[in-house]
């Protein structure tokens, strides 16, 4: 096995050299390894428990052979016992199409540096059976070696289709792929199939990515998963991790693309029925619930309203909303109904900007007011901004209660 490493540690020498590193990412050099953790992440499933207790019953089922030969392969991988190869071909009398025996022996040539010979039996296992996993994992191995791309999408989709288990080993080695343009556009068709992996493996990049950028090229360069109530779902949750590691540009353009999503909404404050549904995550208004101070969407006809309340002795942020406004002067129009608020009650608006230290405040206005109109501006070097609403129920024994009709922001002049 050794041996074997060297020669791997030898191709991606010749690989970089080349320039086709990319590659790389997909293979699971050292198969032995990463099949043996894949092989005890899902034992029980993908092999018999106890095949020498079996074998004690039945010394010459084919199954029970291959699963033992399995195991002995695995408590020495880097030399493997005799026995392995002795178990595997009596497997293969009892049982000529046993795929698993099969793979066991190219392993063994493998580890022994004979690849060629290790391809012949790897290859005829994966003839008789797509659903056995350590067979595709060795050939995702040699497609990579190749610089394969498509055919090493091949292999992955077989053994994701066939063996969802073996997400554990694949999902991280994809996440890493994708940053190479050409491993994306191959993942296109993958990406779009209706039956495929695809959402999971979304899901699993989408909270484990550590390149947020090359995950939302994947998706704009795709377009992301085929079933539109799917892809929402998926998009939203990008672009909540996007927004919360300040990825601000990317949170806009996976937003740009979403069904349904209008270039107006990312510069405005209205209040609107995705908001209501939570359709775009973080590019809409947020509201921030508890006990004491909150709020909640209604709708009049095609009218949606926020109604907010808080508590007496309470003072804190109920709702925010995230804007792209460029520099320059704004006006803030707010319409507010049945206003019921104790002594020293309030509504804040506020806007921060979040690219400055500590999330500076750009601007505050208090208002009780049925109708407020406030002009702000905003700076250079503000790209993104946070309009926040801050509800107070002041000192008194009543609190406040509010319904916010309206809310507009339009530049002056």
């Not at 899901?203 to 079933?227: C, H, M, Q, W, Y």
């Not at 109708?371 to 250079?380: E, G, M, Q, V, Y």
Request: aromatic residues 8%; positive net charge; glycine residues 8%.
């Amino acid at each position: 096995m050794a041996r074997r490493q060297r020669k791997s540690l030898a191709i991606l020498d010749t690989v970089k050299a080349i320039g086709t590193i990319r590659i790389a990412t997909f293979s699971i050099l050292g198969v032995a390894g990463a099949w043996f953790a894949f092989a005890l992440a899902v034992s029980g499933v993908a092999r018999i428990k106890a095949p020498a207790a079996a074998l004690a019953v039945m010394p010459g089922e084919s199954i029970a052979l291959a699963s033992r030969a399995d195991q002995l392969f695995f408590a020495s991988p880097q030399n493997p016992p005799p026995e392995v190869k002795r178990l595997a071909l009596k497997a293969l009398e009892s049982q000529p199409i046993n795929p698993k025996a099969l793979r066991l022996l190219g392993y063994i040539e493998d580890a022994g540096g004979n690849s060629s010979k290790a391809e012949k039996y790897v290859r005829m296992a994966a003839k008789l059976s797509r659903r056995e996993a350590g067979t595709q994992l060795w050939l995702i191995e040699a497609s990579a070696r190749k610089g394969d791309i498509r055919q090493t999408l091949v292999h992955y989709d077989i053994a994701l289709r066939t063996k969802p288990e073996t997400q554990t080993v694949l999902f991280p080695r994809l996440v890493n792929a994708i940053e190479d343009p050409e491993i994306r556009a191959a993942l296109k068709p993958y990406i779009r199939s209706e039956n495929g992996w695809a959402t999971s493996f979304l899901s699993f990049a989408i909270n484990n990515s550590k390149d947020l950028p090359v995950l939302t090229r994947l998706i704009l360069e795709t377009g992301g998963l085929s079933d539109p109530d799917e892809a929402r779902v998926q998009e939203a949750a990008l672009i909540g991790r996007l927004v919360f590691e300040r990825y601000f540009a990317e949170a806009r353009q996976i937003f740009l693309q979403m069904p349904r999503a209008q270039a107006s909404r990312v510069s405005s404050a209205a209040f609107d029925a995705s908001d209501r549904d939570a359709l775009f995550g973080a590019i809409g208004w947020q509201l921030i619930n508890d006990p004491d101070a909150g709020g909640g969407f209604t709708e009049n006809g095609k009218r949606v309203a926020l109604s907010v309340f808080a508590n007496s002795s309470t003072t804190r942020p109920i709702a925010t909303k995230l804007l792209y406004l460029k520099p320059r002067n704004y006006i803030l129009d707010v319409k507010v109904s049945n206003i019921d608020r104790g002594s020293g009650g309030f509504m804040r608006w506020e806007l921060r900007c979040p690219d400055a230290a500590g999330g500076k405040i750009l601007w505050s206005v208090d208002s009780v007011a049925a109708s407020l109109k406030a002009r702000f501006n905003i700076p250079s070097g503000c790209p993104v901004q946070y309009l926040n609403l801050i509800a107070s129920g002041g000192n008194g024994q009543t609190g406040l209660e509010a319904t916010i009709r309206s809310v507009a922001i339009s530049p002056e002049g």
